[in-house]
T-cell receptor
Framework: QQQVKQSPQSLIVQKGGISIINCAYE??????FPWYQQFPGKGPALLIA?????SEKKEGRFTISFNKSAKQFSLHIMDSQPGDSATYFC???????????FGKGTHLIIQP | SQTIHQWPATLVQPVGSPLSLECTVE??????LYWYRQAAGRGLQLLFY??????ISSEVPQNLSASRPQDRQFILSSKKLLLSDSGFYLC?????????????FGSGTQLSVL
């Protein structure tokens, strides 16, 4: 059972455009929603995270939008740059010792 | 500062051979430790996690096992590798307690079983 569904699987955006990746979850016990960025051959790194008490969090060009009633959250990358080309994973946690439940990832390509 | 070391970076092994991947964490005490496997199109799958020395929880029944002989050492093993064990293996740690959802990953091991 996939508890976090991520889309699209791949995404191509022109430089300067907005990249949008969406995730939906099923478990209402989740209370922490991070996004990870992974470059080829490297481990994922925490990019930005949100808790359900707020609807939006912004850090630089990266924004998480959170809709608790719909059980959905999304990552927006403004002014996308070629250096943003990577695989992005959404995830969710209920604070348990078993860590994070990840989506299947989105391969993002920013064309110059 | 905390660092996580994972080796080897790449490994090619024949079917039926044993496996040992090692992960160590520095700069923190009593971390939660995790092994994930990443396969193409399947995201990050949690294999094992550990909250302390000798304490291992398995998430997926499979051909692999894990051990934690020391506080900051986590080992992934197999007695006989299968073709389906190929993948990118990632070790991660988190601080036990209120921040235990923040995972920090190692650089991974690309395992090819031929």
């Amino acid at each position: 059972q996939q508890q976090v569904k991520q889309s699209p699987q791949s995404l191509i955006v022109q430089k300067g455009g907005i990249s949008i990746i969406n995730c939906a979850y099923e478990n209402t016990a989740f209370d922490y929603f991070p996004w990870y960025q992974q470059f080829p051959g490297k481990g994922p790194a925490l990019l930005i995270a949100i808790r359900p008490d707020v609807s939006e969090k912004k850090e630089g060009r990266f924004t998480i939008s959170f809709n608790k009633s719909a059980k959905q959250f999304s990552l927006h990358i403004m002014d996308s740059q070629p250096g943003d080309s990577a695989t992005y994973f959404c995830a969710a946690s209920n604070g348990g010792n078993d860590g994070l439940t990840f989506g299947k990832g989105t391969h993002l390509i920013i064309q110059p | 500062s905390q660092t996580i070391h994972q080796w080897p970076a790449t490994l090619v092994q024949p079917v039926g051979s044993p496996l040992s991947l090692e992960c160590t964490v520095e700069g923190t005490s009593n971390p939660n430790l995790y092994w994930y496997r990443q396969a193409a199109g399947r995201g990050l799958q949690l294999l094992f996690y550990s909250v302390g020395i000798g304490q291992i929880s398995s998430e997926v029944p499979q051909n692999l096992s894990a051990s934690r002989p020391q506080d900051r050492q986590f080992i992934l093993s197999s007695k006989k590798l299968l073709l389906s064990d190929s993948g990118f293996y990632l070790c991660a740690w988190s601080v036990l307690g209120v921040t235990n959802e923040k995972l920090f990953f190692g650089s991974g091991t690309q395992l090819s079983v031929l």
